[in-house]
């Protein structure tokens, strides 16, 4: 299968998600520059992390106009995997695909460490090789990861299961203190109603291998890998 | 000229008539402009450089040593590690945010200028007490602005060092080291040759920012140094990101001569340096030049420091092929001028010549000054120490005093620097900042590579010359611990004004001391950058030579770190302790004295210890090892115990005094864990090296226990240690939100 990982100016983690798609997993994988028109077969995309156009204005505000943002779309509404990693999951939010808003870190200082996720749902192409209420160990690397929605939103949320993975201690309990940014219900990551756009700021092509300190990434890339050879 | 502009431009009159002498006329505004950049401490070395030429740069592995825009050596497979360290202590003091991400700006810049990817950062931070006014802000301010750029642009910031002293109060230090890699054929100069060849300029538009930066850089500070603040630059992380894509993608296509980017004193040393290195001249008209707003004149473009510029050699015939990949990233690549034959720096403006000077006045002719030296006074008396009046004969409480030294902000954990800074962008990091050396694997082979960036200011201000020799073996040591082999270094020497003969004095000691201990570590000088004039209202730094090294380690999976790793392990102390407390953290932090001598250092003998860790590591023979520095092995042993989910050590060292014993800092001390049962092969192992070692006690249990001599001296829980070394600096920032 084929990996497309969007390049946006400013995108930092590109390379980063190819080496775990191509090397690491041995699939296909090509780059997709922000201004083509086309996806280049892809059967997966990937909205990598950075800090698209710079960033300036609100996260991932500039990169939802890039040209490649329609065939994302069009790609996503027909059903195709998307994945958000971090500034990928704030583009995903600015473009609609997503539901709600990221505001600063409630600690306004950007944030890089490991924490602990747990998994809510499996019926998502990207945690579908886990069983719910598994802790995942996998860091994180972000100023702007507190995950907000109004409450009537999260209802919804809640109600759809869209939360897909939670911020919580090392025995997967919710806790304040192990909360990183603030997010509101804990939620690090969420997926479309449609379940197949699926956006979340821990990075788990940062955990792939022993070497980096963890592989608890690696359920993420074989969901989609075994996902994808079953269709 | 009016001898107030002269002055102003920070020229004294003898090295204005020089300058009347290269031109044969008094120079018009524009030049003397250029003059006084070019030929400021900065940008010239004129104090530094006798003494510089003193230092050990070959080595059957460097590619490339000082005098290009970053050093090189050979890391196999046909690649090089390309690197360097630079100073940003004028502007971080000035506008800590932007000074700081200024610095890691241009330091990535001359990193791939070179033709090598950035792949990591490493920074050495010095500010005065952090209870005192204003260093918190300081504090906040210069993280915020290395984790802004270093983040946004990212490449990761994977190690480091912070230390907190009063003498650094009124003038902090903000050094970065940047490391890339390039295949080692592809490396490319900073030259401009090729008569007809293109000039071009790329990258952000040129305002009236950074104006005499340079020469900012280059005078004391006072109580007006706020009104410097128009000379620092803001940076642009973003552009930057564009600007290194581009132009690794253009050094692909082979259409370029050479690069450089526009850091201190921008277009003007850009252009001069490449003219010179290349033997050529460099002809450009400033009305090409992108500009920011209006009405600037040649003098502002000339030398502004405008950040994120680049400026690019074209061999003739290949201009399109290069704008269009700087197209494709949205940046304009404008042909601002031509290489010429003549040797000169010709500026025009609409085609007016604006300024015309020989390159060799500006570079190899610079002013060069054999400054006059003698030891300061201070150093007799502070040299003095009478332990026994100091300590006296009550018993040490030894407990208290390990936790005092574990929560101070030196020595206590820096996880609130650096867990703002992206550390593991590029998925290479292998040993994260706080656990030693930081490590990155080299993607597509075996191999990793072990950074460390260390000084330390207290030792050179009680003697420079054995102070910059510890710096140096401290940072080739911290390597070794993490299995590589040190393979160059790089120097950023922070001191105060040279025109002062005791500071020149200091300088020349250090530089000299950097020199024997390079020779003796095999570890040769690559690059670096010289800060002088560190002092505020006459009172000057400690001097600060700051020492990266970069190493090898063959097998990445190899890579040891601080942590204890099993319980049930020997603790194995190779090396010895010898009595020493002079210049220690343990007299500062609990008697309040910087006195005494630092400690002594056998180079030999640090040379033996640090074969041996690299044998041990690559011999799987040793779980985790950790240098013996700040705070001594009490302090040692209580690190190697953090991080490990609470797991203790019980331990029994010889000594004689029990505050030398625990906290002495004596130098080639390593502490290293081992399986029980490879015990025996890596005591053998440091008898043939002729490294002293012996077990001291093992690892187990949740408790650290130390006996002196036999006699218990720190017992204390490694749960209670670790909640005081882990909050050591964030508890100065606790009243704000968690």
């Given at each position: 299968m084929r990996f497309g990982v969007v390049v946006f100016p400013g995108s930092n983690c590109d390379e980063d998600a190819y080496h775990a798609a191509k090397?690491?997993?041995g699939q296909d994988a090509e780059y997709i520059w922000h201004k083509d028109t086309d996806l280049k077969n892809a059967d997966v995309v990937i909205l990598p992390g950075g800090f698209a156009?710079?960033?300036?204005?609100?996260?991932?505000a500039m990169a939802r106009f890039s040209p490649i943002m329609g065939p994302v779309r069009a790609f996503a509404e027909r059903g195709g995997p998307v994945l958000g990693i971090c500034n990928g999951f704030q583009i995903l939010l600015e473009s609609g695909l997503l539901p709600g808003a990221m505001l600063r870190n409630r600690t306004l200082k950007y944030r890089c460490e490991h924490v602990y996720l747990r998994v809510e749902q499996t019926d998502t192409p990207f945690t579908s090789a886990a069983t719910v209420g598994r802790v995942l160990r996998i860091p994180i690397g972000h100023g702007e990861g507190n995950y907000f929605a109004p409450p009537d939103m999260l209802e919804r949320l809640e109600a759809n299961r869209q939360v897909v993975l939670r911020y919580t201690d090392p025995d997967g309990q919710l806790a304040e203190e192990w909360n990183p940014n603030g997010s509101v219900n804990a939620i690090a990551a969420i997926c479309s109603e449609s379940r197949n756009v699926v956006g979340m700021m821990p990075h788990p092509e940062r955990a792939c291998e022993s070497l980096l300190g963890g592989e608890d990434g690696r359920m993420i890339f074989e969901s989609i890998v075994s996902a994808m050879a079953v269709r | 000229m009016d001898a107030h502009v002269i002055e102003r431009h920070g020229l004294k009159p003898d090295e204005y008539e020089r300058i009347k002498e290269f031109l044969g006329r008094e120079p018009n505004l524009t030049e003397l402009g250029i003059f006084s950049v070019m030929w400021s401490e900065h940008c010239s070395y004129k104090s530094s450089r006798v003494h510089l030429k003193t230092l050990p740069t070959r080595?059957?592995?460097?590619l490339q040593g000082p005098g290009e825009n970053a050093g090189a050596v050979a890391i196999g497979d046909g690649l090089a590690a390309v690197f360097k360290i630079e100073s940003h202590n004028h502007p971080s003091f000035i506008e800590p945010y932007q000074g700081a991400a200024t610095g890691v700006g241009g330091i990535i810049r001359d990193i791939f200028t070179m033709g090598a990817r950035p792949i990591a950062l490493l920074n050495s931070l010095r500010f005065g007490s952090l209870d005192a006014p204003g260093t918190r802000r300081l504090l906040e301010g210069v993280v915020a602005g290395i984790a802004g750029y270093g983040n946004s642009i990212g490449i990761p910031t994977v190690g480091g060092e912070i230390a907190f002293e009063p003498s650094y109060a009124g003038n902090p230090l903000v050094n970065v080291f940047c490391l890339g890699i390039a295949r080692a054929s592809d490396i490319i100069k900073g030259v401009a040759s090729g008569v007809g060849n293109a000039v071009y300029y790329v990258g952000a538009k040129t305002g009236?920012?950074?104006?005499?930066g340079a020469t900012m850089a280059s005078a004391e500070f006072d109580e007006k140094s706020a009104e410097k603040r128009p000379a620092v630059q803001v940076g642009d992380p973003f552009m930057e990101k564009l600007l290194l894509e581009a132009c690794l993608e253009v050094m692909q296509t082979d259409a370029l001569v050479g690069i450089q980017d526009m850091g201190a004193a921008g277009l003007t040393c850009s252009t001069t340096e490449m003219g010179s290195r290349g033997g050529a001249g460099v002809e450009i008209d400033v009305a090409h030049v992108p500009q920011r707003e209006s009405g600037m004149t040649p003098y502002d473009i000339m030398l502004s420091e405008s950040q994120e510029r680049m400026l690019l050699v074209v061999k003739r015939g290949r201009e399109s092929e290069v704008e269009r990949i700087f197209d494709k990233w949205d940046l304009h690549a404008v042909h601002i001028g031509e290489v010429t034959d003549d040797g000169m720096l010709r500026v025009k403006q609409k085609g007016t010549v604006v300024a015309e000077i020989p390159n060799r006045a500006l570079t190899d002719e610079a002013p060069l000054y054999r400054r006059p030296m003698a030891e300061p006074d201070y150093l007799a008396e502070v040299r003095a120490l009478d332990l026994d009046r100091v300590i006296g004969s009550q018993p040490v409480d030894a407990n208290a005093a390990l936790l005092r030294l574990l929560g101070s902000p030196t020595i206590g954990s820096k996880k609130w620097v650096y867990r703002q800074y992206d550390h593991m962008v590029r998925t290479n990091t292998i040993n994260y900042p706080g656990f030693g050396a930081g490590v990155v694997r080299i993607k597509g082979t075996h191999r990793a590579l072990a950074l460390s960036v260390d000084g330390n200011g207290r030792y050179c201000y009680l003697d420079p010359h054995r102070g910059a020799m510890l710096a140096v073996a401290e940072a080739a040591r911290n390597v070794a611990c993490a299995g590589a082999r040190p393979l160059g270094a790089t120097n950023c020497l922070n001191f105060g004004n040279p025109e002062r003969p005791g500071i020149m004095w200091q300088f020349a000691k250090a530089v000299e001391g950097i020199g024997d201990a390079c020779r003796a570590l095999d570890v040769p000088i690559t690059g670096g950058n010289v800060s002088l004039y560190n002092e505020t209202d006459g009172k000057a730094i400690y001097p600060t030579p700051v020492i990266g090294v970069v190493g090898l380690l063959e097998h990445a999976d190899r890579v040891v770190s601080r942590r204890f790793q099993r319980a049930g392990d020997a603790i194995v102390l190779l090396g010895e302790g010898r009595d020493e407390l002079g210049g220690s953290e343990y007299l500062k932090v609990v008697h309040d004295l910087v006195r005494g001598e630092p400690p002594s250092l056998d180079l030999q003998a640090e040379k033996g210890l640090q074969d041996l860790l690299v044998a041990l590591a690559s011999d799987r023979l040793m779980h985790s090892a950790h240098d013996c520095s700040d705070g001594g092995i009490a302090v040692t042993l209580a690190e190697c115990c953090f991080d490990t989910a609470g797991m203790g050590a019980e331990v029994s060292i010889l000594g004689g005094s029990v505050a030398a014993a625990l906290f002495g800092e004596s130098a080639s001390r390593v502490v290293v864990s081992v399986a029980p049962e490879d015990v025996d092969e890596a005591l053998e192992r440091a008898s043939a090296a002729n490294v002293p070692a012996r077990v001291i006690g093992k690892t187990g249990g949740t408790v650290l226990k130390i006996a002196v001599a036999g006699a218990l001296a720190i017992e204390c829980s490694i749960h209670d240690a670790e909640r005081v070394w882990g909050s050591a600096i964030e508890r100065y920032f606790a009243r704000r939100v968690a």
């Open positions: 090397d690491v997993f156009h710079g960033d300036y204005l609100r996260t991932g | 080595g059957p592995q460097v009236r920012d950074g104006i005499h």
